[in-house]
């Protein structure tokens, strides 16, 4: 397999794998364990951003939160300029700590409600003293505040005080503090109001733009996602099944999955809507803690056959289209296809 | 878009609802007026807190009074004003001619009783089947709603279902007695988006069979241009734009409709420009003098400040709350 590299990478993942026990099957059963994330590979180049889509249970969330080890990765690596994040001593990883840092879709759940933002802000130099020396600590968060639109005398606030959009703005500030060349963004906009979603959207896109920051943005909003990444992974039980640009993946995806879940998206444009064919999948994803045999998509597949539950597909370029997919029978859709 | 001939199936006119918490009361509805003719979509279009759930809640009689109070307004019903009725006219009414689909199925339905008991009920309730009969209508409902293996399926617990099914079930309990109007609040929200897609394919096809009028309540531009034949747009407690779905997304007449048609990132588009709607939504509990829009509006004079702009009525079923519609439409 060879991975779409635009540039040099910032950040390698291979074969990551990441699995929570699950239920006891009866009293004293053995107890079913969960593939929340099941061997996926991809690399990050510098001043890129990744979208990461899928729906809920598909490992995007646990995917992003195993990456900044905020949970132990069972297997796989990941290199950020060739360090390892998994096997780092606690030293070493407060280091890579400094070049990473998250952006979280409810930052209020995360903010200490007694701190100031500026507390908030400056807590990143407490913990990473060698940063920025005590006296210029005022100086920087009033222009990290301005950075993300807002005023330098809020940094006297409570995050109470704040809006939805304000609090994510500080969530931002902070995630900026210690300048990381990696942002891990999880579901940033979608606790927002749809009146302030592109604001921070924006604001999000303009500070990859001039920091030249890799960014994985973690989203279950496809049109978002199409917005601002600039390449794309779409995730169904666990594993990656398609990835490549924004571009590739969004017009000419090659995996049933990309295909009938791009087709699921309403449109806002009511022209045309009689005509416009959408893939209606049969019923639910299984569960991940007994995925099927082979490919994990064929139970809700139209094209599936006997060969996908017997072999697993690999993630290749099969067309030679530049989109990566993982299906035996990967194909552009034609308007005869589609299972409705 | 016209009337239906045969006339609206629900009339709401000035409506002004406030809840009364701690201190003054808060205004969140704000002289609410729209119509709902036989047989068509009509979808409520607004953010968080623009007061398109309290109108819901006030046409199924949801709103407890105190703490919220319906200060002003009618809501008529085939003629009939619900607020004039009794709590217990106005329940048997809900349910048998008017229905509401909530967003969190899940937490709507009762975790203790099974499925199949549950839409039973509503037969049981409204005196219109006995136990037997309403269990045996509660399965043909499942089937309806494209639950399989809805004879087994009704006897387990509402946990026991997905997200999506979870919906199936709420929506088989809002049609079982044939409503003629049903208030959809979000229905999709909470849902996956390959579920959400069945979801509006029942819808549709629901609305195809029994020719109700649906309410869809949502702030999803995608689903409104999907579903609805008409559209009323509501902010900070006012129907801002009414107009038939091509209209609004063709040419919106408000401000607000505009910018938020722009704010959005599109699928069918690479890259366009995101414009942000400036600001943050209004709060109810610091009510602004003039049109509630104006802090954020783009085309702001002195006067929006002052002067709450008048409803007015441009063209044949276009309604806009902006000084500057006339010149908008002209």
Redesign the interface.
């Known amino acids: 397999m060879t991975p779409y590299v635009p540039g040099t990478p910032l950040l390698v993942v291979e074969g990551l794998v990441k699995l929570f026990p699950g239920r006891r099957r009866g009293l004293f059963g053995p107890r079913s364990t969960i593939h929340a994330v099941d061997g996926a590979d991809f690399t990050l180049a510098r001043g890129e951003t990744l979208g990461i889509v899928g729906?809920?249970g598909s490992g995007k969330t646990t995917l992003a939160r195993t990456l900044l080890r905020l949970q132990t990765a069972n297997a796989g690596r990941a290199l950020l300029d060739g360090e390892d994040i998994f096997t780092a001593s606690p030293a070493a990883l407060k280091r890579l700590r400094r070049r990473m840092q998250v952006v979280l879709q409810d930052p209020y759940q995360a903010f200490n409600p007694r701190f100031t933002v500026s507390d908030i802000i400056a807590e990143a130099w407490r913990i990473h003293p060698d940063v920025l020396p005590r006296a210029d600590w005022s100086r920087r968060t009033a222009e990290l505040l301005e950075q993300v639109g807002l005023r330098a005398s809020y940094g006297s606030r409570h995050p109470h005080e704040f809006?939805g959009?304000?609090r994510q703005r500080i969530g931002i500030a902070r995630a900026l503090a210690l300048g990381p060349d990696l942002l891990v963004c999880d579901e940033p906009v979608s606790a927002l109001?749809?009146?302030?979603?592109?604001?921070v959207?924006?604001l999000l896109a303009e500070i990859q733009r001039t920091r030249n920051l890799s960014m994985i943005f973690v989203a279950?909003d496809?049109?978002?996602v199409?917005?601002i990444s600039h390449r794309v992974a779409v995730m169904y039980l666990g594993k990656i099944v398609e990835i490549g640009t924004?571009?590739a993946v969004?017009?000419r995806a090659t995996h049933p999955y990309t295909q009938?879940?791009?087709?699921?998206?309403?449109?806002?444009?009511?022209?045309g809507?009689e005509q416009r064919r959408?893939i209606?999948?049969r019923?639910?994803p299984p569960s991940p803690a007994a995925p099927p045999s082979g490919c994990r998509f064929r139970t809700r597949c139209w094209k599936a056959t006997e060969r996908c539950a017997a072999e697993e597909p690999a993630l290749l370029d099969r067309l030679g289209t530049g989109s990566i997919s993982a299906c035996h029978h990967a194909g552009l859709q034609t308007s005869a296809s589609g299972g409705s | 878009m016209t009337l239906d001939p045969r006339g609206s199936i629900l009339d709401i006119r000035d409506l002004h609802v406030s809840f009364r918490t701690s201190g003054s009361p808060v205004t969140v509805l704000n002289g609410v007026t729209f119509q709902v003719a036989r047989g068509e979509v009509l979808a409520l279009l607004g953010?968080?807190?623009s007061g398109k759930s309290v109108t819901a809640a006030a046409t199924m009689g949801l709103i407890e009074q105190p703490p919220g109070s319906i200060d002003r307004g009618a809501i008529l019903f085939d003629g009939v004003n619900l607020l004039g009725l009794s709590p217990a006219d106005h329940r048997r009414l809900c349910g048998e001619r008017l229905s509401l689909v909530f967003q969190d199925a899940l937490a709507a339905l009762n975790p203790v009783y099974p499925v199949g008991w549950q839409i039973a009920e509503v037969f049981r309730i409204h005196g219109r089947a006995d136990r037997k009969t309403a269990a045996l209508e509660s399965i043909k409902l499942m089937e309806a709603v494209g639950i399989?293996a809805a004879a087994e399926r009704a006897g387990h617990y509402p946990h026991q279902f997905?997200g999506?099914?979870c919906q199936r079930i709420m929506i088989a309990m809002a049609i079982a007695l044939q409503p003629e109007l049903i208030i959809a609040d979000e229905p999709t929200t909470a849902l996956?988006?390959?579920?959400?897609?069945?979801i509006?394919?029942l819808l549709k096809a629901l609305r195809a069979r029994t020719g109700a009028s649906l309410v869809l309540i949502t702030?999803?531009?995608?689903?409104?241009?999907?579903l609805?034949d008409r559209v009323v747009v509501m902010y900070g407690g006012r129907v801002v734009e009414e107009a038939g779905?091509?209209d609004i997304?063709?040419r919106p007449l408000h401000p607000y409709t505009q910018?938020?048609?722009a704010?959005?990132?599109?699928?069918?588009r690479?890259?366009a420009e995101?414009?942000?709607?400036?600001g943050?939504?209004p709060n109810p509990a610091a009510p602004l003098t003039g049109c509630a829009f104006h802090p954020?509006c783009p085309r702001a004079e002195a006067r929006c400040a002052q002067e709450a702009p008048a409803d007015q009525m441009i063209a044949p079923g276009r309604r806009s709350a902006c000084h500057f519609a006339a010149e908008m439409l002209a």
């Open positions: 729906e809920s809006s959009g304000q109001d749809v009146s302030v979603q592109a604001q959207v924006n279950h496809l049109a978002v199409r917005h924004s571009e969004f017009e009938a879940l791009l087709s699921a998206v309403p449109v806002a444009d009511p022209v809507r959408r209606v999948l019923g639910d | 953010e968080s807190g399989p997905s999506g099914m996956d988006v390959t579920i959400q897609a069945q509006v394919e702030h999803d531009l995608g689903l409104v241009a999907e609805a779905v091509h997304f063709a910018a938020l048609l704010s959005q990132p599109r699928m069918d690479s890259n995101l414009r942000p709607i400036r943050i939504p954020r």
